[in-house]
């Protein structure tokens, strides 16, 4: 008997482990049934972009647990994979995103500190905060995140809002993910940094931004010395003083790290190469909008660059019969210029320079047709194409895991019903990570000013600021499909056009700036409509204050 | 002396590298021939029937019956006058910010850094004759920041095409009003006349200390010295107490510029103009005996209080008294006629023609310190200078051509009327205005905004 115990609870032992086995598998389940059956799909007789240029007719793909296990026209499938009929699909690798601040929210703008001695602001106000990560402002329910993947994004190197040295950029995954970190691929891969001053506090403007990053640069080169010396040796050595900004210098004074300057402008990027002449560090362009000029010097440096995929509206020519001659000219001249910031790929594609796209400052409905715009001013598709996945991948020294679809590398593909370049294809599926997500034809997109015929019209504006109460009227009005307006001054200012003029669900909000001695101030009021009230709050972030701002409908037209 | 002296490495680096930017930036040099022009040489009289041959930019002969070497054009001046192309020592044209006004002592910062060779103004002022320009930082603090001598080389978009290469540096002071409103406006110094003193005297003694560390450590034998920290501030601040940055200083009453002259005195500093200066009349001598020099506008005062006691007899009372004076333009319409300025000087003061004319060629290169390259027709010297129809100090005179080494910018023979060589493509056509009137309040540019601030706090 007493054996008998002896041997079950024995059997009980070795049980043990089995059950809690069980019960670790019962909690990884998913109640909410979100996910997959499997993480083995097979794509088959599709038409597979591999890279650019590389092509295989009636071809299989086959995702495995996040990664490519095989590609090409005789390729076995896994008896688990879900199988997904390729016939008349196009696969390519999933797109990078040079440059962007997809998953980042931007944070409130920290209040102006009381008894500020402007010539001295903290490093926070002042915006100078390169030891931060942006993985602090990332939020895994950003829009952005869908919103980018739903256009073929797959990858994109995300930046932190700030000022002038914000923080370091991150590669993300475009995953539906839980927790924030589960998002971050690299984290720290570069020093990002922008022209942005900090309102009435040093540095200002771009004077006070070049000659602090000089200042900063050069003390960061005597601080590492320093503390590299210490290290070594400390005895009879003055003890460094810790400073987290000059230690997040340090890898980009050795060049380890990049520098990302977002350098939309020709003249920014101009200031941006001046600083690396200078200073010497590893510099790539990002963002840049005007940069055609400046290609022999891009591919004579070898500088690495992101073009912006924010371009600008084609410039309508005006309907009047009879214009004059000097319209006429200044027309042309416009749309001479116009033709310039849209084949600026072209332009570095003829020079022999291998570039990425940024998608900052657009959305990710805009990409395609822009993609569309550049292909259709002379940008070959293969290089399109190149632009977004292979030379991003390269540029971001990541394409040993990704940018082409080559066994090995990270399931992250774009999958569409048509060549991807094709106005009439539309995405059918991305796989990031080796996740599938679907996406049905999108609807002509409605109007965006239907349902807005509550605000179109003429308005009374009230604004009570800190100089008085002020009234002015505001005229909104549809242009094709979609709101616009203009907002007469204030301060007895000239009109001005409202900008991201929105009405959702009674909510009406838009932006406009003003001129105050040269420099451009902008308000952004958002406030809800009932009946013919616009009930709303006017704020200027760069002063951290908010006024109350109402308007009511003119009766009649 | 196996000893790794890092910062020396490094300065010597970034000596290097900008050595190599102004190699790189290869600006465009002529070869013209200008026939039987009144050649107005400002150094050596005038000389009438005069041929003037330009060979790689610079001024190779100045005689009679010049003859043209093969391919190079020949410029009939029949009639015409040549002139060396007008200097304007104080400018705002060409720079996208203008002031640092954040801080009362901005020496770290540099115009340098925001040359815009895409503003229209450029090609405007090209048309009245102008072939460099002191671009200045603005007038908002006391110690601003270093200016930029340019040459107007219109059409390029590359900022460093626009250098004068090899100019001296300068950098832009500021004494009265307007740096006085800037400290009260944010609550900091200086608030009064005294304050500027004050803050003068306190940078120049800081920076002496700066120098004395940085020698100290250079100096110290020990392999494991610990380098003192570094200041661009301060680093500018000692080359001017070294006299290697000519000092331009805004300013209007004759209290403050004595003021200033007896700062500089007692910190040994001998390079130093003034700007507006509207009362150096009253102090003159004192200029005289100093070394200053002064830059003024030939008629322009009453804008605010420090500005009312001002004569247009200034540049004349200046000129008769031994002090270098130019005649500048401030702002992006007046630099277009600056010869008209030049002779006001004649109804106001009777000055000689080569008085009047050197009011804005030579004096203005003598301020910046680049009067051995340009300012007057003379063999060796660069070749930027402009020929008008008629004698440049006639109301008459319109400007016909206008040169810079050598190359032509301006015909007025083939002035197309858009002449913008930069275009947003998302701008509205409008009717096009030359009169532009915030170019009149470019000195306080980027300042205004704390003032705004200022109203809006206001309770």
Same mark, same amino acid.
């Given at each position: 008997?007493?054996?008998?115990?002896?041997? #079950?609870?024995?059997r009980l032992f070795l049980l043990l482990p089995l059950l809690v086995f069980a019960v670790a598998i019962q909690a990884q389940s998913d109640p909410t049934g979100k996910s997959p059956a499997t993480r083995t799909y097979a794509i088959t007789n599709a038409t597979i972009v591999q890279a650019p240029g590389k092509v295989l007719e009636g071809a299989t793909i086959i995702f495995n647990n996040g990664l490519i296990s095989s590609v090409g026209t005789n390729v076995s499938i896994p008896s688990n994979a879900e199988v997904i009929d390729g016939t008349d699909l196009f696969v390519y690798p999933g797109f990078i995103d040079g440059m962007s601040y997809t998953g980042a929210v931007q944070p409130k703008s920290l209040p102006r500190p009381d008894n500020l001695f402007t010539p001295d602001p903290p490093n926070d106000y002042a915006g100078i905060t390169p030891e931060n990560h942006v993985i602090e402002q990332i939020s895994v329910s950003e829009n952005s995140i869908s919103d980018m993947r739903q256009n073929g994004f797959t990858i994109s190197h995300t930046v932190p809002y700030g000022r002038m040295l914000p923080g370091s950029g991150a590669l993300i995954t475009l995953i539906d993910a839980e927790n924030r970190d589960d998002l971050v691929m690299y984290n720290d891969v570069s020093m990002y940094t922008q022209f942005v001053g900090a309102p009435g506090a040093y540095p200002g403007n771009t004077l006070g931004i070049m000659a602090k990053w000089r200042n900063l640069f050069r003390n960061a080169v005597n601080s590492k010395q320093h503390s590299t010396m210490y290290a070594s040796n400390a005895a009879g050595m003055q003890r460094p003083t810790r400073d987290r900004t000059l230690e997040a210098f340090y890898p980009v004074v050795s060049s380890d790290k990049p520098v990302f300057y977002n350098a939309s402008s020709l003249l920014e990027a101009q200031r941006a190469i001046r600083l690396q002449k200078e200073l010497g560090f590893a510099l790539t362009l990002g963002n840049l909008k005007e940069g055609w000029d400046l290609a022999p010097f891009i591919k004579e440096t070898g500088t690495k660059v992101f073009l912006s995929l924010d371009l600008p509206k084609e410039p309508k020519a005006a309907k009047e019969k009879d214009k004059t001659d000097e319209v006429k000219h200044l027309e042309e001249r416009r749309m001479e210029f116009y033709k310039k910031y849209v084949t600026q790929p072209v332009v570095m594609q003829n020079a022999g320079i291998k570039f990425g796209l940024s998608t900052m400052g657009t959305t990710g409905g805009k990409v395609k047709d822009n993609l569309i715009t550049l292909i259709e001013h002379g940008l070959s598709e293969d290089a399109t194409l190149a632009a977004l996945t292979i030379n991003a991948a390269e540029l971001l020294k990541i394409d040993h895991i990704t940018g082409t679809l080559d066994a090995g590398k990270l399931a992250n593909a774009v999958i569409s019903t048509g060549p991807i370049f094709d106005k009439e294809s539309f995405i059918k599926y991305v796989f990031v990570d080796g996740d599938k997500h679907e996406y049905d034809k999108k609807e002509k997109k409605s109007s965006s000013a239907e349902g807005s015929q509550a605000v179109i019209g003429n308005w009374t504006y009230t604004v009570t600021s800190p100089e008085g109460v002020q009234t002015?009227?505001?005229?909104?009005?549809?242009? /094709?499909?979609?709101?616009?307006?203009?907002?007469s001054g204030m301060r007895g200012g000239p009109d001005a056009d409202m900008k991201n003029l929105t009405f959702v669900d009674g909510s009406l909000s838009f932006d406009f700036s003003f001129d105050a *001695?040269?420099? /451009?101030?902008?308000?952004v009021v958002v406030g809800t409509v009932t009946g013919n009230e616009y009930d709303a709050e006017a704020s200027i972030a760069a002063f951290s204050i908010s006024f109350p701002f109402t308007a009511t409908k003119d009766e009649g037209k | 002396m196996k000893q790794f002296n890092m910062y020396k490495t490094i300065f010597l680096t970034a000596l290097l590298l900008l050595g190599a930017t102004v190699a790189q930036a290869q600006v465009k040099k002529g070869d013209v021939l200008i026939k039987n022009g009144t050649l107005l040489t400002i150094s050596q009289g005038t000389m009438e029937n005069t041929d003037l041959l330009v060979k790689d930019g610079k001024i190779s002969k100045i005689g009679k019956n010049l003859k043209a070497p093969n391919g190079v054009e020949v410029v009939d001046a029949s009639g015409q006058f040549v002139l060396p192309g007008i200097i304007d020592a104080h400018s705002h044209i060409a720079g996208t910010s203008i002031n640092e006004g954040t801080s009362q002592v901005t020496a770290e910062v540099t115009m340098e850094d925001v040359v815009n060779p895409l503003d229209i103004s450029i090609y405007r002022a090209v048309a @009245? *004759?102008?072939?460099? #320009?002191?671009?200045?930082?603005?007038?908002?603090?006391? #110690?601003? @920041?270093?200016?930029?001598?340019?040459?107007?080389?219109? !059409? /390029?978009?590359?900022?460093?095409?626009?250098?004068?290469? !090899?100019?001296?540096?300068? #950098?832009?002071?500021?004494l009265g009003e307007n740096p006085t409103r800037g400290g009260r406006a944010r609550g900091i110094q200086p608030q009064s006349r005294m304050g500027v003193e004050a803050m003068l005297r306190n940078a120049f003694s800081d920076a002496l200390v700066y120098k004395k560390a940085w020698a100290d450590y250079r100096a110290d034998k020990n392999k494991r010295k610990v380098a003192p920290e570094y200041d661009l501030r301060m680093e500018t601040l000692v080359d001017i107490l070294d006299g290697k940055i000519l000092v331009h200083s805004h300013s209007y009453r004759a209290d403050e510029i004595y003021m200033l002259m007896k700062v500089f005195t007692d910190f040994g500093i001998k390079k130093l103009t003034f700007q507006h200066a509207n009362e150096a009349y009253k102090v003159a001598p004192e200029l005289a005996a100093f070394g200053a020099m002064a830059s003024v506008f030939a008629d322009w005062w009453a804008y605010k209080l420090e500005v009312y006691y001002s004569t247009a007899y200034n540049a004349a009372i200046l000129t008769k008294n031994g002090v270098t004076t130019s005649i500048n333009s401030d702002d992006g319409e007046l630099i277009r006629h600056l010869f008209h300025e030049a002779a006001k000087t004649q109804k106001y003061g009777d000055l000689s023609d080569d008085e009047a004319l050197a009011l804005v060629t030579l004096n203005p290169a003598k301020q910046l310190g680049i009067d051995h390259r340009v300012g007057s027709l003379e063999q060796g010297k660069d070749a930027d200078f402009v020929i008008f129809d008629k004698h440049p100090l006639s109301t008459y005179a319109i400007p016909q051509r206008t040169f810079i080494d050598g190359v032509k910018y301006f015909d007025i023979d083939t002035d197309a009327k858009d002449q913008r060589i930069f275009i947003d493509p998302e701008s509205s056509i409008e009717v096009v205005q030359i009169f532009n009137r915030e170019d009149q309040h470019k000195c306080m540019d980027d300042a205004d905004l704390v003032y705004l601030n200022d109203l809006l706090n206001n309770n």
């Open positions: 008997m007493k054996l008998q115990l002896r041997k #079950i609870s024995f002015g009227t505001m005229i909104i009005r549809e242009e /094709s499909g979609a709101l616009a307006g203009t907002i *001695g040269g420099q /451009s101030v902008e308000i | @009245g *004759g102008v072939t460099a #320009i002191n671009l200045m930082h603005g007038s908002a603090n006391v #110690i601003g @920041g270093r200016n930029e001598t340019l040459k107007l080389r219109w !059409g /390029s978009t590359n900022p460093d095409d626009l250098r004068f290469e !090899g100019a001296p540096r300068t #950098i832009k002071f500021a």
